[in-house]
């Protein structure tokens, strides 16, 4: 079987199907499990929906708008739009393929006495004195921008299972970062 790829079909690929193995041609996406919040979940549902009803939509409209202009072989405005679909189509493969292997996190609640998955933390820097709050969460909803940092990620490995009062240090990039854990929620 030959596959002919065009630069932005491989850009797609690269980008939302990392998990493809290539032997000759494409055989499988890999089965992960994502974890999410209920929140986390909810985002992603809605960003799939608005793909499927609004952006296709509105990219069909542009690829039709741009065929009227006429020569599509040297059409730019065709050409953009058929790049966007390709990119809406493979977001949506992805949001598909995340959603079935779904696992959702439950609510924590006050008083827990560990972090898990789902918590909210408030530690302190103990080297720059600084309070940081964190929310414990899946790679696929984690946001550093919102303080939402990935359960894989170096400091929120090394949170999980603290519990309150505890100092520990964590290996990142730019160094060692030396933490207490002053609340989880």
Same mark, same amino acid.
Do not use: C, W
């Given at each position: 079987?030959?596959f002919t790829l065009t630069?932005?079909?491989?850009?797609?690929?690269?980008?939302?199907?990392?998990?493809?193995?290539?032997?000759?041609?494409?055989? !499988?996406?890999?089965? *992960?499990?994502?974890?999410? +919040?209920? #929140? $986390?979940?909810?985002?992603?549902? &809605?960003?799939?929906?608005?793909?499927?009803?609004v952006k296709r939509r509105?990219?069909?409209?542009?690829?039709?708008?741009?065929?009227?202009?006429?020569?599509?072989?040297?059409?730019?405005?065709?050409?953009?739009?058929?790049?966007?679909?390709?990119?809406?189509?493979?977001?949506?493969?992805?949001?598909?393929?995340? !959603?079935?292997?779904? *696992?959702?996190?439950?609510? +924590?609640? #006050? $008083?827990?006495?560990?972090?898990? &998955?789902?918590?909210?933390?408030?530690?302190?820097?103990?080297?720059?004195?600084?309070?940081?709050?964190?929310?414990?969460?899946?790679?696929?909803?984690?946001?550093?921008?919102?303080?939402?940092?990935?359960?894989?990620?170096?400091?929120?490995?090394?949170?999980?299972?603290?519990?309150?009062?505890?100092?520990?240090?964590?290996?990142?990039?730019?160094?060692?970062?030396?933490?207490?854990?002053?609340?989880?929620?």
């Amino acid at each position: 079987m030959v596959f002919t790829l065009t630069k932005i079909h491989t850009v797609v690929i690269i980008t939302y199907l990392k998990d493809i193995k290539v032997n000759g041609g494409f055989d !499988l996406i890999q089965e *992960k499990e994502v974890v999410l +919040t209920k #929140e $986390g979940l909810l985002k992603l549902e &809605l960003e799939q929906e608005t793909l499927k009803t609004v952006k296709r939509r509105e990219v069909a409209e542009r690829i039709k708008q741009a065929i009227e202009f006429g020569d599509i072989s040297e059409n730019s405005e065709f050409e953009d739009a058929k790049n966007e679909q390709a990119f809406v189509e493979g977001r949506i493969l992805t949001l598909e393929k995340m !959603l079935s292997n779904v *696992k959702v996190i439950e609510d +924590t609640g #006050e $008083g827990q006495s560990q972090v898990i &998955l789902g918590s909210t933390v408030i530690l302190k820097d103990l080297d720059y004195d600084e309070t940081l709050e964190y929310t414990i969460v899946g790679a696929a909803e984690a946001n550093p921008v919102e303080n939402r940092i990935s359960y894989v990620s170096p400091v929120g490995a090394a949170i999980l299972g603290r519990n309150k009062g505890d100092i520990f240090e964590v290996q990142v990039p730019a160094g060692t970062v030396k933490f207490e854990l002053l609340e989880i929620r």
